[in-house]
């Protein structure tokens, strides 16, 4: 039997029972090809490639990184927690050194799911990897991880469940969000005011290949991946840089994701999107499995795969080239800027609007975060809905200091149930989430 160089697991989880359609991108059909592609090869039996079946995700996993409206059962379904619980099984057989690296395929995705949930945004409802992520810390004690996100459209939900987190860093690398949903993904977000500039964003310009995407890994990622020496590097491996993909406008190719995953070197990896069903996930998804397996790749090709119709021109590499520029200057001014900040005002606010796509609901949020030099700082939402929910949630972080531990009680306690649907607390030191209605 050949052995993979490296060990490595895998999860399947196509989710037959959820589709937003039957015909639309986001169905089963998505990971079927690619399961018939993997068996087709016989991936599966090559001694160190071994495959788990998912695990079920728990409300308590949603409660640790999500405050969903009306509450969890009314945003998600069944299928949501055996995604989720895919990405936590994957997560915990690498933290637990049964494998070196594994690689959740499951669906529904979950990158554009933020920290309040009022229901569903760009195909995502509760954010799999977020929820996988703090599950590991929890559990076993992880502390600083990094999340590399190589979906096409930008990790935006993620963005904002660790924008106030100097513990994770998020790098996403997708298409300009000028030209591609959900418009957002530009250099100037770099994090709240106590986790500046460990958000980091690396737009592309549409037509980017093979050539952009290793650019940027070389020259900004891996050197910002090598400055923060996370304890888990996790890559939300979205396949719709894909030059078939029929909702994007990049160039990128099978052989090149698994040439970014080797270089890469994740930890864990989970499926986000992709929806060129035949003509792509079946061969990026191999390619990946065999990089993360440490096999030849070599030979991964689509059928119709011509490098000269694919390759960027000489402006797209220029606008990389300033880009990645640019988005050194944002990592190296992230310390200068956070101690700025904690020398300023005792709170920071922010105003959003939110539209959620799939759902059609527009949601009007105000944050309030605690600027401490000790911690992340207690955060409290209000946040309302025109469906008529509203909600007041305040989120204690995990390594709060006993300061805003006290504040982060005393917002709850002295809001008012009369103004709002429910009132909720998550204090991440003690693992709690408690409701007043």
Known sequence: MVSANTKMGLVFFPAFDWAISPTHPEREERLLFTQDQVFEEGLLDFDGIIEYKPELATIQDIQRVHFCVPDELSVITESHLVSAGGAITVGTRVVEKKVERGFALVRPPGHHAM????????????????????????????????????????????????????????????????????????????????????????????RTSEEGFLYVLENAILPMLDDFKPDLVVNSAGQDNHYTDPITNMSFSAHGY?????????????????????????????????????????????????????????????????????????????????????????????????????????????????????????????????????????????????????AGYDFYERAETRLYNSVIMQDRTTDKYLVRK
């Open 115 to 206: 920290r309040v949930v009022h229901g569903g945004r760009g195909f995502c409802n509760i954010n799999i990897e977020a929820m996988m992520i703090e599950y590991l810390r929890k559990t076993f004690g992880i502390g600083r991880v990094a999340i590399v996100d190589t979906d096409c459209h930008h990790g935006d939900g993620t963005q904002d469940i660790y924008w106030h987190d100097p513990d994770t860093l998020f790098i996403s690398v997708h298409q300009d969000g000028r030209t591609l949903y959900p418009g957002s993904g530009f250099l100037h977000e770099m994090g709240g005011p106590t986790a500046a500039g460990t958000t980091i964003n690396l737009p592309l310009p549409p």
């Open 258 to 406: 698994a040439e970014l995953t080797r270089r890469l070197k994740a930890d864990v990896a989970v499926l986000e999107g992709g929806y060129s069903i035949e003509g792509a996930l079946p061969y990026v998804n191999v390619g990946i499995i065999m990089a993360m397996a440490g096999l030849d790749y070599s030979a991964v090709r689509e059928p119709d795969y011509q490098p000269d119709k694919i390759r960027q021109g000489s402006q797209v590499t220029s606008a990389i080239e300033e880009m990645v520029a640019e988005a050194l200057e944002v990592w190296r001014q992230g310390p200068e800027i956070r101690a700025r900040n904690l020398k300023k005002n005792h709170y920071a606010e922010r105003d959003r609007h939110i539209f959620y796509d799939t759902d059609h609901i527009m949601e009007n949020q105000r944050e309030l975060l605690h600027l401490c030099p000790d911690c992340a700082g207690t955060l409290v939402i209000d946040s309302s809905a025109d469906t008529g929910h509203r909600i007041y949630a305040v989120h204690i972080p995990r390594k709060a200091c006993g300061d805003c531990v006290k």
